[in-house]
Protein backbone atom coordinates (compact mmCIF):
# COMPACT_ATOMS: atom_id res chain seq x y z
CA UNK A 1 0.00 0.00 0.00
CA UNK A 2 1.18 3.56 -0.47
CA UNK A 3 1.76 5.64 2.42
CA UNK A 4 1.23 9.53 2.23
CA UNK A 5 1.25 12.40 4.97
CA UNK A 6 -1.27 15.37 4.94
CA UNK A 7 0.00 18.38 7.30
CA UNK A 8 -0.92 22.05 7.19
CA UNK A 9 -1.24 24.64 9.56
CA UNK A 10 -4.03 25.27 11.95
CA UNK A 11 -6.81 25.95 10.31
CA UNK A 12 -5.54 25.33 6.88
CA UNK A 13 -8.20 22.96 5.87
CA UNK A 14 -6.44 19.75 6.19
CA UNK A 15 -9.25 18.10 7.55
CA UNK A 16 -11.61 19.40 4.77
CA UNK A 17 -8.93 18.14 2.31
CA UNK A 18 -8.58 14.60 4.47
CA UNK A 19 -12.21 14.33 4.39
CA UNK A 20 -12.07 14.39 0.62
CA UNK A 21 -9.47 11.89 0.27
CA UNK A 22 -11.66 9.41 2.49
CA UNK A 23 -15.00 10.17 0.21
CA UNK A 24 -12.44 9.23 -2.75
CA UNK A 25 -11.73 5.84 -0.77
CA UNK A 26 -8.66 6.43 1.20
CA UNK A 27 -8.18 4.86 4.52
CA UNK A 28 -7.35 7.84 6.55
CA UNK A 29 -5.96 7.85 10.15
CA UNK A 30 -6.36 11.27 12.00
CA UNK A 31 -3.52 11.74 14.78
CA UNK A 32 -5.99 14.29 16.25
CA UNK A 33 -8.53 12.12 16.86
CA UNK A 34 -6.07 9.94 18.31
CA UNK A 35 -4.56 12.06 20.48
CA UNK A 36 -8.20 12.72 21.98
CA UNK A 37 -8.63 9.03 22.84
CA UNK A 38 -5.18 9.03 24.70
CA UNK A 39 -6.49 12.17 26.41
CA UNK A 40 -9.23 10.49 27.81
CA UNK A 41 -9.85 9.43 31.25
CA UNK A 42 -8.00 6.70 33.12
CA UNK A 43 -5.12 6.68 30.00
CA UNK A 44 -1.25 6.17 31.04
CA UNK A 45 -1.24 9.58 28.70
CA UNK A 46 -4.27 11.46 30.41
CA UNK A 47 -1.88 10.68 33.97
CA UNK A 48 1.67 11.56 32.40
CA UNK A 49 -0.66 15.24 31.05
CA UNK A 50 -2.36 15.53 34.59
CA UNK A 51 1.02 14.86 36.34
CA UNK A 52 2.84 17.81 34.38
CA UNK A 53 0.54 20.38 34.30
CA UNK A 54 -1.89 19.98 37.34
CA UNK A 55 -5.33 19.71 38.04
CA UNK A 56 -6.05 23.34 36.42
CA UNK A 57 -6.47 22.05 33.05
CA UNK A 58 -9.02 19.72 34.24
CA UNK A 59 -12.67 20.08 33.53
CA UNK A 60 -15.80 19.86 35.75
CA UNK A 61 -15.72 15.76 34.88
CA UNK A 62 -12.18 15.24 35.62
CA UNK A 63 -11.77 15.29 32.05
CA UNK A 64 -8.54 17.33 30.15
CA UNK A 65 -10.04 20.59 29.10
CA UNK A 66 -8.51 20.84 25.50
CA UNK A 67 -9.32 24.76 25.06
CA UNK A 68 -7.83 25.38 28.78
CA UNK A 69 -4.83 23.18 27.85
CA UNK A 70 -4.11 25.08 24.63
CA UNK A 71 -3.99 28.12 26.20
CA UNK A 72 -1.17 27.15 27.94
CA UNK A 73 1.02 25.62 25.04
CA UNK A 74 -0.05 28.11 22.42
CA UNK A 75 1.95 30.57 24.94
CA UNK A 76 4.92 29.13 25.85
CA UNK A 77 7.03 26.89 23.51
CA UNK A 78 8.31 25.40 26.47
CA UNK A 79 5.04 24.33 27.73
CA UNK A 80 4.45 22.97 24.11
CA UNK A 81 7.25 20.79 23.67
CA UNK A 82 6.37 19.49 26.78
CA UNK A 83 2.87 18.12 26.07
CA UNK A 84 4.64 17.33 22.19
CA UNK A 85 6.81 14.72 24.21
CA UNK A 86 4.38 13.12 26.35
CA UNK A 87 1.68 12.35 23.68
CA UNK A 88 3.73 12.41 20.70
CA UNK A 89 5.50 8.94 21.10
CA UNK A 90 1.77 7.25 21.53
CA UNK A 91 0.32 8.65 18.78
CA UNK A 92 2.86 7.65 16.25
CA UNK A 93 2.77 4.28 18.20
CA UNK A 94 -0.94 3.81 17.32
CA UNK A 95 -0.84 4.98 14.18
CA UNK A 96 1.36 2.13 13.52
CA UNK A 97 -0.52 0.03 14.80
CA UNK A 98 -3.51 1.30 12.64
CA UNK A 99 -1.40 1.13 9.46
CA UNK A 100 -0.86 -2.72 10.47
CA UNK A 101 -4.46 -3.70 11.07
CA UNK A 102 -5.55 -1.52 7.81
CA UNK A 103 -2.79 -3.95 5.46
CA UNK A 104 -3.89 -6.79 7.04
CA UNK A 105 -7.37 -6.14 5.64
CA UNK A 106 -6.78 -4.49 2.73
CA UNK A 107 -4.38 -5.96 -0.14
CA UNK A 108 -3.80 -2.72 -2.09
CA UNK A 109 -4.92 1.27 -1.20
CA UNK A 110 -3.70 4.42 -0.03
CA UNK A 111 -3.07 4.95 3.64
CA UNK A 112 -3.40 8.87 4.38
CA UNK A 113 -2.16 9.82 8.13
CA UNK A 114 -3.07 13.58 9.14
CA UNK A 115 -1.30 15.20 11.34
CA UNK A 116 -0.57 18.94 12.52
CA UNK A 117 2.86 18.35 13.63
CA UNK A 118 4.55 15.82 10.70
CA UNK A 119 6.60 17.41 9.83
CA UNK A 120 7.91 18.89 13.16
CA UNK A 121 8.50 15.79 14.66
CA UNK A 122 10.12 14.31 11.65
CA UNK A 123 7.53 11.81 11.53
CA UNK A 124 7.01 12.92 7.64
CA UNK A 125 10.16 10.60 6.32
CA UNK A 126 8.27 7.69 6.91
CA UNK A 127 5.39 8.09 4.22
CA UNK A 128 6.39 7.72 -0.07
CA UNK A 129 4.31 10.94 -0.54
CA UNK A 130 4.15 14.22 1.43
CA UNK A 131 0.49 16.47 0.92
CA UNK A 132 0.29 19.69 2.52
CA UNK A 133 -2.46 21.89 2.53
CA UNK A 134 -2.16 25.99 2.58
CA UNK A 135 -4.43 28.75 2.36
CA UNK A 136 -4.01 32.46 2.16
CA UNK A 137 -2.82 34.02 6.03
CA UNK A 138 -6.44 36.07 5.72
CA UNK A 139 -8.42 33.23 5.37
CA UNK A 140 -6.48 31.67 8.45
CA UNK A 141 -6.93 34.14 10.49
CA UNK A 142 -11.16 34.45 9.89
CA UNK A 143 -11.46 30.66 10.13
CA UNK A 144 -9.71 30.72 13.29
CA UNK A 145 -11.37 33.34 14.92
CA UNK A 146 -14.60 32.03 13.90
CA UNK A 147 -14.08 28.24 14.68
CA UNK A 148 -12.51 29.17 18.10
CA UNK A 149 -14.11 32.06 19.32
CA UNK A 150 -10.85 33.76 19.17
CA UNK A 151 -9.47 37.71 18.39
CA UNK A 152 -7.89 38.29 15.69
CA UNK A 153 -4.79 38.80 17.90
CA UNK A 154 -5.11 35.94 20.01
CA UNK A 155 -5.24 33.87 15.83
CA UNK A 156 -2.35 35.71 14.86
CA UNK A 157 -0.29 34.34 18.43
CA UNK A 158 -1.41 31.03 17.80
CA UNK A 159 -0.53 31.27 13.72
CA UNK A 160 2.66 32.77 14.85
CA UNK A 161 3.64 29.80 17.02
CA UNK A 162 3.57 27.47 14.42
CA UNK A 163 6.30 26.35 12.30
CA UNK A 164 5.93 28.61 8.71
CA UNK A 165 3.92 27.35 5.95
CA UNK A 166 6.74 28.33 4.03
CA UNK A 167 9.03 25.62 5.29
CA UNK A 168 6.38 23.33 5.11
CA UNK A 169 5.62 23.56 1.57
CA UNK A 170 9.15 23.05 0.77
CA UNK A 171 8.90 19.50 1.51
CA UNK A 172 5.88 18.74 -0.25
CA UNK A 173 5.49 16.74 -2.91
CA UNK A 174 1.42 17.71 -3.50
CA UNK A 175 0.27 20.84 -2.47
CA UNK A 176 -3.60 21.94 -1.95
CA UNK A 177 -4.33 26.06 -1.70
CA UNK A 178 -7.69 26.25 0.19
CA UNK A 179 -7.93 29.75 0.14
CA UNK A 180 -10.76 28.72 -2.45
CA UNK A 181 -14.64 27.13 -1.92
CA UNK A 182 -14.75 23.52 -0.66
CA UNK A 183 -15.62 22.55 -4.45
CA UNK A 184 -12.16 23.98 -5.47
CA UNK A 185 -10.56 22.43 -2.67
CA UNK A 186 -12.14 19.20 -3.66
CA UNK A 187 -11.27 19.51 -7.07
CA UNK A 188 -7.63 19.77 -6.43
CA UNK A 189 -7.61 16.38 -3.82
CA UNK A 190 -8.84 14.97 -6.91
CA UNK A 191 -6.27 15.75 -8.96
CA UNK A 192 -3.71 14.53 -5.99
CA UNK A 193 -5.98 11.27 -5.79
CA UNK A 194 -5.80 9.97 -9.40
CA UNK A 195 -2.19 10.68 -9.66
CA UNK A 196 -1.55 8.75 -5.95
CA UNK A 197 -3.29 5.99 -7.45
CA UNK A 198 -0.65 6.01 -10.75
CA UNK A 199 2.02 6.35 -7.91
CA UNK A 200 0.37 3.02 -5.65
CA UNK A 201 0.05 1.14 -8.88
CA UNK A 202 3.54 1.81 -9.50
CA UNK A 203 4.44 0.56 -6.30
CA UNK A 204 2.56 -2.77 -6.70
CA UNK A 205 4.25 -3.30 -9.97
CA UNK A 206 7.52 -2.88 -7.97
CA UNK A 207 6.64 -5.63 -5.38
CA UNK A 208 5.92 -7.87 -7.30
Do not use: W
Amino acid sequence: MLHVGLTGNIASGKSSAAQFFSGLGAHVIDADRIAHALLQCGTPTYGRVIEAFGDGILGPAGEIDRRILGQLVFSDAGQRNLLNSLTHPAVESEIHRKIGEIERSAPCGIIIVDAALMIETGGYRMYHYLVVAACHPSVQVSRLMARDGLTESEARARMASQMPIEEKLKLADYTIDTSGTLPQTCEQVESIYRDLLQQEFRLRDLQH
